[in-house]
């Protein structure tokens, strides 16, 4: 084999390269000719003075720890950003736990509030006095609002808000809302209009709570800045690509909202101009956001058309079948039993005592339990029919309780069991039905809620009762 010339292996006319400079800054400033050369060979000096040759692999070599080194680097940086998010997450599912335990502490106490004034309103014959009642139930439950929304605020930026899925009739919603807020309207000596046009979508499955959440929010945000005029709302759906698409739109004759406002009314905490009469915590449109974004639809703000603000947001939900709506909305019908004897289990003396005097009106007679070990061994004593369980108690939690009684032998293991609870998170419910329960009611008691639970587990016991 001929032997190769040296000068077709090595560059005539080499570059000159420094010793003294960062390859990396080479690089950086070769073009794709350059760097070309420099395969061919090179030659390296310092100040002037032959320092040695270079071959192509050197500029290799070099090519090569550079590239490992900013290997490196980005895996570090990646992890560190992998440890800042979990470290944000973490931060924020901790700020959300913190607000569960306050509401729950906070809802405790606001039970025994509401619940006397909504027993002093059934009862109270003295008219002057009722207006003063009213108040600590409209106070009471702007305060439970309050709370909530702080909850959902905390719950959605940590990635926890949750759905719940089932038949909702629109018209139905749309006669809610009017009836909730013709009196608020009225106090104000403001024209409400509510319309619901749905072009045959009437039904559709979604999380009916939330989509109240969501128009009672926009509403009271109107009624609140509205001082004269009024307030139109419109739910419009119709079918589009085999979903229903809903649009709800509230209209106000208030102040309005500028452009540069609009971009912003949606941020948590934005209450809008300082000291603005009528301004809150700045939470409610930022949890419309929220859900809206939660259920894969758009909101937005702008002019409207009686010279307010206009509140706007779209949903795109599955249609609901005919087999569906037939289970909706269905009221638990009253049980065959006389009367009931109750087991109330609950560490709070103002909690039992509100429940007690609820169950009166239900026509039930009721003992008390202040923890859960006293109400295993009540039970095992009996007889009761049903039992309103408290969940977080000393010694023995409604849980544990619920496990305890379950593991009684006979009829008595199988006694119906509600959890009475001020515990406000979904997975809860969860957990308290796994270990035996039969519903949940939440604190404050709504006393057709309670009921409505109470039918519903006594008629599941029916059949438990009738093989026993």
Same mark, same amino acid.
């Given at each position: 084999m001929p032997a190769v010339p040296p000068r077709l292996l090595w560059n005539v006319a080499p570059r000159v390269l420094d010793a003294d400079a960062d390859a990396e800054t080479l690089f950086q400033s070769v073009d794709a000719a350059s760097l070309g050369e420099l395969l061919n060979g090179f030659v390296v000096a310092s100040n002037g003075r032959y320092v040695?040759?270079?071959?192509?692999?050197?500029?290799?070599?070099?090519?090569?720890?550079?590239?490992?080194?900013?290997?490196?680097?980005?895996?570090?940086?990646?992890?560190?950003?992998?440890?800042a998010e979990q470290k944000a997450l973490a931060s924020s599912r901790a700020k959300s736990e913190f607000l569960a335990v306050m509401s729950h502490e906070i809802r405790t106490p606001l039970n025994g509030v509401l619940?006397?004034?909504?027993?002093?309103?059934?009862?109270?014959?003295?008219?002057?006095?009722?207006?003063?009642?009213?108040?600590?139930?409209?106070?009471?439950?702007?305060?439970?609002?309050?709370?909530?929304?702080?909850?959902?605020?905390?719950?959605?930026?940590?990635?926890?808000?949750?759905?719940?899925?089932?038949?909702?009739?629109?018209?139905?919603?749309?006669?809610?809302?009017?009836?909730?807020?013709?009196?608020?309207?009225?106090?104000?000596?403001?024209?409400?209009?509510v319309t619901c046009r749905t072009e045959g979508h009437d039904w559709v499955v979604g999380d009916e709570v939330r989509i109240k959440q969501l128009l009672n929010n926009l509403i009271g945000n109107a009624l609140k800045f509205t001082r004269q005029g009024g307030v139109t709302v419109t739910i419009e759906s119709k079918g589009r690509d085999g979903r229903v698409e809903i649009t709800a739109t509230v209209d106000d004759s208030g102040p309005g909202i500028s452009a540069s406002a609009a971009a912003a009314v949606f941020e948590p905490f934005n209450t809008g101009e300082a000291g603005?009469?009528?301004?809150?915590?700045?939470?409610?449109?930022?949890?419309?956001?929220?859900? $809206?974004?939660?259920?894969?639809? !758009?909101? #937005?703000?702008?002019? =409207?058309?009686?010279?307010?603000? @206009?509140?706007?947001?779209? /949903?795109?939900?599955?249609?609901?079948?005919?087999?569906?709506?037939?289970?909706?909305?269905?009221?638990?019908?009253?049980?065959?039993?006389?009367?009931?004897?109750?087991?109330?289990?609950?560490?709070?003396?103002t909690n039992r005592f509100?429940?007690?005097?609820?169950?009166?009106?239900?026509?039930?007679?009721?003992?008390?339990?202040?923890?859960?070990?006293?109400?295993?061994?009540?039970?095992?004593?009996?007889?009761?029919?049903?039992?309103?369980?408290?969940?977080?108690?000393?010694?023995?939690?409604?849980?544990a309780a619920t496990r305890a009684i379950r593991a009684l032998p006979g009829p008595v293991g199988r006694i119906p069991i509600l959890a009475l609870t001020?515990?406000?998170?979904?997975?809860?419910?969860?957990?308290?039905?796994?270990?035996?329960?039969?519903?949940? $009611?939440?604190?404050?008691?709504? !006393?057709? #809620?309670?009921?409505? =639970?109470?039918?519903?587990?006594? @008629?599941?016991?029916?059949? /438990?009762?009738?093989?026993?």
């Open positions: 040695g040759v270079g071959a192509g692999v050197h500029v290799l070599q070099a090519g090569s720890a550079i590239h490992q080194r900013r290997a490196k680097a980005m895996s570090a940086l990646a992890r560190d950003l992998s440890r619940g006397v004034a909504a027993l002093m309103e059934r009862e109270l014959t003295q008219v002057e006095m009722r207006p003063y009642v009213q108040t600590i139930l409209d106070s009471g439950h702007s305060l439970l609002r309050l709370l909530t929304d702080a909850l959902d605020m905390s719950r959605a930026e940590a990635g926890l808000m949750s759905l719940e899925t089932a038949p909702v009739h629109l018209d139905k919603v749309a006669a809610d809302l009017l009836a909730l807020w013709t009196p608020r309207a009225e106090e104000k000596d403001l024209a409400l209009t603005r009469e009528g301004a809150g915590a700045g939470l409610g449109l930022a949890i419309c956001r929220q859900i $809206v974004e939660r259920m894969g639809g !758009t909101i #937005a703000a702008s002019g =409207a058309p009686l010279g307010g603000a @206009r509140l706007c947001f779209t /949903l795109g939900l599955p249609g609901c079948g005919p087999e569906l709506r037939e289970e909706a909305g269905r009221i638990a019908e009253p049980t065959a039993h006389d009367t009931l004897h109750v087991l109330v289990v609950d560490d709070n003396a509100v429940a007690s005097k609820v169950l009166e009106l239900f026509g039930c007679t009721s003992s008390t339990a202040e923890n859960g070990q006293e109400a295993v061994a009540a039970v095992g004593a009996g007889p009761f029919d049903l039992v309103l369980m408290d969940v977080k108690m000393p010694i023995m939690d409604g849980v001020a515990n406000a998170d979904p997975k809860d419910e969860v957990e308290y039905l796994a270990a035996g329960m039969d519903g949940v $009611v939440q604190k404050p008691i709504q !006393t057709e #809620a309670l009921l409505n =639970a109470i039918r519903t587990a006594m @008629r599941r016991a029916e059949p /438990l009762c009738d093989a026993a």
